[in-house]
C-alpha cells in the first residue's frame, strides 16, 4: 500500500530529526557551564525550528495513515484497525514507531536535565550577582534589620 509506505518514510524522516535534535540537546548542557548566552539563544532559535518541523511531520503522518485508513474502508481510522487490516505491513510501522517513540522519551528526559542545570546556573548567577551588588541595611533604635534605599544614608526612626 502507497500510503503505508509515504508513511514509513515520514516516521523515518521523524527518527532522523529526533536523534539529530538529541544530539545538539546533549551539546546544550556545555552552553549552560560555559554561560554562553549568544550560543543559547542560537539554540533556543534552534529548537523553535525543530519544533515547527516536528509538528508538520507528525501532522503529516496523520494525514498519510488517515489517507490509508481511509483507502481500507475503515470508519474509524485507529492503529488498532490499520493493524487488523494490513499486519504484514504494520510490522515495519510498528518498529518505526517503537524507535520514534524512544527517541522522544529520551530527548524529554535530556531536556528535564538540561532544565535543571539551567534553574541551577540561574541560581548561582544570581547568587553572584547579590553578592556583587549587596543591598544596604542598616538598624533601627530596636535593632531591627530595615533596608535602605540605594540613594538613602539615613534611616526611619521611629
Given at each position: 500500500?502507497?500510503?503505508?509506505?509515504?508513511?514509513?518514510?515520514?516516521?523515518?524522516?521523524?527518527?532522523?530529526?529526533?536523534?539529530?535534535?538529541?544530539?545538539?540537546?546533549?551539546?546544550?548542557?556545555?552552553?549552560?557551564?560555559?554561560?554562553?548566552?549568544?550560543?543559547?539563544?542560537?539554540?533556543?532559535?534552534?529548537?523553535?525550528?525543530?519544533?515547527?518541523?516536528?509538528?508538520?511531520?507528525?501532522?503529516?503522518?496523520?494525514?498519510?495513515?488517515?489517507?490509508?485508513?481511509?483507502?481500507?474502508?475503515?470508519?474509524?481510522?485507529?492503529?488498532?484497525?490499520?493493524?487488523?487490516?494490513?499486519?504484514?505491513?504494520?510490522?515495519?510501522?510498528?518498529?518505526?514507531?517503537?524507535?520514534?517513540?524512544?527517541?522522544?522519551?529520551a530527548l524529554?528526559?535530556?531536556?528535564?536535565?538540561?532544565?535543571?542545570?539551567?534553574?541551577?546556573?540561574?541560581?548561582?548567577?544570581r547568587s553572584?550577582?547579590?553578592?556583587?551588588?549587596?543591598?544596604?541595611?542598616?538598624?533601627?533604635?530596636?535593632?531591627?534589620?530595615?533596608?535602605?534605599?540605594?540613594?538613602?544614608?539615613?534611616?526611619?526612626?521611629?
Amino acid at each position: 500500500m502507497d500510503e503505508l509506505e509515504r508513511a514509513a518514510q515520514i516516521l523515518d524522516r521523524l527518527r532522523a530529526t529526533l536523534e539529530a535534535e538529541l544530539v545538539q540537546a546533549r551539546g546544550q548542557r556545555l552552553l549552560m557551564r560555559s554561560l554562553d548566552t549568544q550560543g543559547l539563544f542560537e539554540r533556543a532559535r534552534q529548537r523553535s525550528a525543530f519544533n515547527v518541523q516536528l509538528a508538520q511531520l507528525e501532522q503529516a503522518l496523520g494525514e498519510v495513515l488517515g489517507a490509508a485508513g481511509r483507502a481500507l474502508g475503515l470508519a474509524p481510522v485507529t492503529l488498532v484497525g490499520l493493524r487488523k487490516a494490513v499486519p504484514e505491513a504494520w510490522h515495519h510501522l510498528d518498529a518505526c514507531m517503537a524507535e520514534v517513540r524512544a527517541l522522544a522519551s529520551a530527548l524529554r528526559e535530556i531536556d528535564t536535565l538540561n532544565q535543571r542545570l539551567g534553574e541551577r546556573a540561574l541560581r548561582r548567577l544570581r547568587s553572584h550577582l547579590s553578592a556583587l551588588t549587596p543591598r544596604t541595611v542598616a538598624y533601627d533604635r530596636r535593632g531591627a534589620h530595615c533596608p535602605m534605599d540605594d540613594l538613602s544614608t539615613s534611616c526611619r526612626v521611629a
